[in-house]
């Protein structure tokens, strides 16, 4: 059987669980999103299409999570965490904080009163003409249509940019690269990519919230913003210098920006091999009050503070899988286990 097949399959089992099972038994889930998008698009860099929700697909969710949970702020459900649940609560965040989230999503927090929290990347806030590296590797893939040369760690690796797979292997290397790098070397990285991209694109302007929309979102009353390290690199490669400069000056500017201590922190890429003991004892010493990660789960009152598990959202899921992750994550993490142990190939 092909593994879409099984993957369907499995799917609606889930979902079918979570709906006669699952849903009878309330839980508090933390929903991790990235970006929103009024049509459907595409990217060659990997995964990176799956970041950007549909605003018509995200509506439905939402209307369907308020049609049976309470929608909740960060410092609600955090605040609730050790108290039995007698019904669904969920909440929403916004990972890496881009424009999108408020052009698109303001109306629908406004329309279900749904409070957002949106961590943001500080750099790249107070710094508009440097670019995260997915949209920089976007920029490049297309408009350069040259050979590019560029040596990495060591390494000297070229691409032909005038043929499609040619730039499919240079966004397939790159986002791997940058998911190995610390923070000065990600600097580097991006500083010569940004170079090349120069020769041939001028409007190198990031779309990242600025400043001015944070003060003007927050005035809603719906919107909070905390961290998610100055310039999204794996933390678990930072030395202590870079450590302080990605987590403590982070927190300290976007504190800044906002006019009030920023209380909360997700880590970049989220996942649990980006982070380390020293990483969080980091987090904590900086003042944050809580963190996040995206390893699935609910949240309970035996999870860490300071590794809070969400849900993240994948756009290129339908509804009925939507469904199914969020009422039978339990399944799923059950599923996973064994699958991660007995049937990698198949599921």
């Not at 881009?98 to 999503?105: C, N, P």
């Not at 691409?159 to 000065?184: I, N, P, Q, T, V």
């Not at 009152?301 to 959202?313: F, G, K, S």
């Not at 994550?329 to 599921?347: C, E, H, K, P, Q």
Request: some cysteine.
């Amino acid at each position: 059987m092909r593994p879409q097949i099984l993957k369907r399959i499995f799917s609606v089992f889930t979902y079918l669980y979570g709906l006669f099972y699952g849903k009878k038994r309330p839980k508090r889930v933390i929903l991790c999103y990235h970006r929103l998008i009024d049509r459907k698009r595409s990217s060659l860099i990997p995964h990176i299409a799956s970041n950007f929700v549909e605003v018509s697909k995200f509506e439905n969710q939402i209307k369907w999570l308020c049609s049976f949970a309470i929608p909740r702020s960060l410092d609600q459900i955090i605040r609730d965490m050790s108290l039995p649940c007698k019904k669904w609560e969920f909440c929403i965040t916004f990972d890496d904080g881009y424009r999108d989230v408020l052009e698109l999503g303001l109306p629908i927090f406004r329309k279900y009163g749904i409070p957002v929290a949106i961590f943001l990347n500080s750099h790249f806030v107070l710094n508009p003409a440097c670019l995260p590296w997915p949209e920089l590797l976007d920029k490049l893939i297309d408009n350069y249509r040259e050979r590019l040369i560029i040596e990495i760690e060591g390494q000297r690796v070229g691409y032909d940019f005038e043929y499609l797979g040619e730039r499919e292997k240079f966004a397939k290397d790159m986002r791997e690269w940058f998911r190995k790098l610390g923070s000065r070397k990600a600097k580097e990285l991006r500083r010569r990519l940004k170079g090349v991209l120069e020769e041939v694109f001028s409007d190198g302007h990031n779309d990242v919230i600025s400043p001015e929309e944070i003060l003007s979102s927050m005035k809603t009353g719906l919107i909070e913003f905390g961290g998610h390290s100055s310039t999204h690199v794996n933390l678990d490669r930072c030395d202590e210098e870079e450590l302080t400069y990605e987590i403590i000056n982070d927190r300290n500017s976007i504190s800044q920006i906002i006019s009030q201590e920023a209380k909360y922190f997700s880590y970049p890429y989220g996942k649990q091999k980006y982070r380390n003991r020293y990483v969080i004892e980091y987090v904590r010493k900086s003042g944050y009050l809580a963190s996040f990660t995206i390893d699935p789960g609910y949240l309970l009152d035996t999870c860490d503070i300071y590794e809070v598990p969400r849900l993240a959202i994948n756009g290129e899921w339908d509804f009925v899988r939507f469904k199914s992750m969020l009422l039978g994550l339990n399944m799923f993490n059950y599923v996973s286990t064994i699958r991660s142990t007995f049937a990698a190939d198949y599921l």
